[in-house]
C-alpha cells in the first residue's frame, strides 16, 4: 500500500512539474517562483511591518562645526535609538553618555534628518547649546517633555510634524516656543493641555499666527508674556482666541499677554468675550489683566 501512495504522489508530482497536454493544463499555466512572479508574489504577500514612532527633525551644520549634541539631560528617562541620518547610529540609555554628541565627516554647512526611536522622555534647548543647528520638526513620535523651554532660543526652527506631541506628563510649556522662527504648529489643537497650568511666554517673540482658540486652557494660571514682543496673531486669529477662551470658564485672575495682536472691534464676540474675561470676578467676570494691542 505504502508502495502505491508513493508511486501516485511521484506521478502527481511528475504532472505539475510538466503541465498537460491536449486540452488539459498546459506548461504555460505552471507557477514559477523565480523572476519578476517571485518578486511579485513577495510585494503582494508580505506584508511591510510598520515604522515604529519616530521623532524627526532635520540639522544643518554649520561651517566649521560638524558635531550636534542632543538636549538631553539628567532627570529625563531615555532608551532609544538614534540615526544620525549620515549611515550613522547610536543607542542612548543615559543623558551623559558619549553619543549624545556626533560629529560628522564632511565639512561646511550640511543638512541632516535625525530620527529617534524608543524612549526620550525630557528634551529641550532652554537657549543654549546647538539651538541654531535644529531646522524643522518632521514628526513629534514618541518625544515626552517634562519641562518648559522645549525650544527656547532655536531661532531657525520650524514645524511641520501634524502627529500628536504627548504632553501630559508636564504642567508646564513655559518659553517653550520663545524665540522661534514657528508660524504655525500643525496639530496642536488636538494636543492634551488640559493639565498645563503655566504657559508663560510661551510663544514669546515667535511668529506663530494661527487660530489656537480651541486650546484646553481650563488648568491654566499663569500666561503672562504668552505672546509678548513682537508676536502678532492676525485680528481673526486673536479673536477668535479670546472667544475660545472665555467659552471655557477659565481660573480668575490670570495675568495674560497677547502680543502686538488686535481683536474685533465692539459690537463682536471677541469684544465681549474680551470684556468678560477682564470683568471683576464680583461682577461675574474672570478678573484677568491682559494686555494686547487693543481693538483693530
Same mark, same amino acid.
Given at each position: 500500500?505504502?508502495? =502505491?501512495?508513493?508511486?501516485? +504522489? ?6 505539475? %512539474?510538466?503541465?498537460? /497536454? ?22 503582494? &504577500?508580505? !506584508?511591510? !511591518?510598520?515604522?515604529?514612532?519616530? +521623532? $524627526? +527633525? ?15 539631560? &539628567? ?61 524643522? @520638526? ?6 515626552? !517633555? ?55 511666554? %510661551?510663544? $514669546? ?31 481673526? &486669529? ?11 470658564? !477659565? ?10 495682536? =488686535? ?10 468675550? $474680551? ?11 474672570? /478678573?484677568? @489683566? ?7
Amino acid at each position: 500500500m505504502k508502495k =502505491k501512495l508513493a508511486y501516485l +504522489f511521484t506521478i502527481l508530482i511528475l504532472v505539475f %512539474a510538466v503541465g498537460w /497536454s491536449g486540452e488539459g493544463w498546459d506548461s504555460s499555466q505552471r507557477t514559477t517562483w523565480d523572476g519578476a512572479e517571485w518578486d511579485s508574489f513577495t510585494e503582494a &504577500n508580505i !506584508p511591510v !511591518p510598520p515604522e515604529p514612532p519616530t +521623532f $524627526r +527633525f532635520t540639522i544643518t551644520t554649520a561651517e566649521g562645526n560638524d558635531s550636534f549634541t542632543l538636549p538631553i539631560y &539628567n532627570g529625563g528617562t531615555y532608551n532609544f535609538n538614534v540615526d544620525w541620518g549620515d549611515g550613522k547610529s547610536d543607542i542612548i540609555t543615559g543623558f551623559d553618555e558619549t553619543p549624545v554628541t556626533h560629529t560628522y565627516a564632511d565639512s561646511g554647512a550640511t543638512t541632516y534628518t535625525v530620527s529617534i526611536t524608543g524612549t526620550i522622555t525630557g528634551f529641550r534647548f532652554n537657549n543654549l547649546g546647538d539651538k541654531l543647528l535644529i531646522r524643522v @520638526i518632521k514628526n513629534w513620535g514618541p518625544l515626552i !517633555p517634562i519641562s518648559g523651554s522645549l525650544f527656547y532660543g532655536c531661532a531657525n526652527l520650524t514645524v511641520e510634524a501634524t502627529d500628536i506631541l504627548d504632553i501630559t506628563n508636564t504642567t508646564t510649556i513655559n518659553y517653550s516656543f520663545r524665540d522661534t522662527a514657528i508660524t504655525t504648529i500643525p496639530g496642536i489643537t488636538g494636543w492634551d493641555t488640559s493639565a498645563i497650568t503655566h504657559w508663560v511666554g %510661551a510663544f $514669546r517673540n515667535s511668529s506663530i499666527d494661527q487660530d489656537l482658540g480651541s486650546l484646553d486652557i481650563t488648568s491654566m494660571e499663569f500666561a503672562s508674556d504668552m505672546f509678548r514682543q513682537v508676536t502678532t496673531l492676525s485680528t481673526a &486669529n486673536y479673536s477668535a482666541l479670546l472667544v475660545g477662551f472665555e467659552a471655557q470658564d !477659565p481660573n480668575d485672575d490670570v495675568v495674560f499677554h497677547g502680543g502686538n495682536s =488686535k481683536y474685533d472691534a465692539a459690537p463682536s464676540a471677541a469684544a465681549t468675550a $474680551r470684556a468678560h474675561l477682564a470683568l471683576a470676578t464680583g461682577s461675574g467676570g474672570h /478678573s484677568w @489683566i491682559i494686555t494686547d494691542d487693543g481693538e483693530e
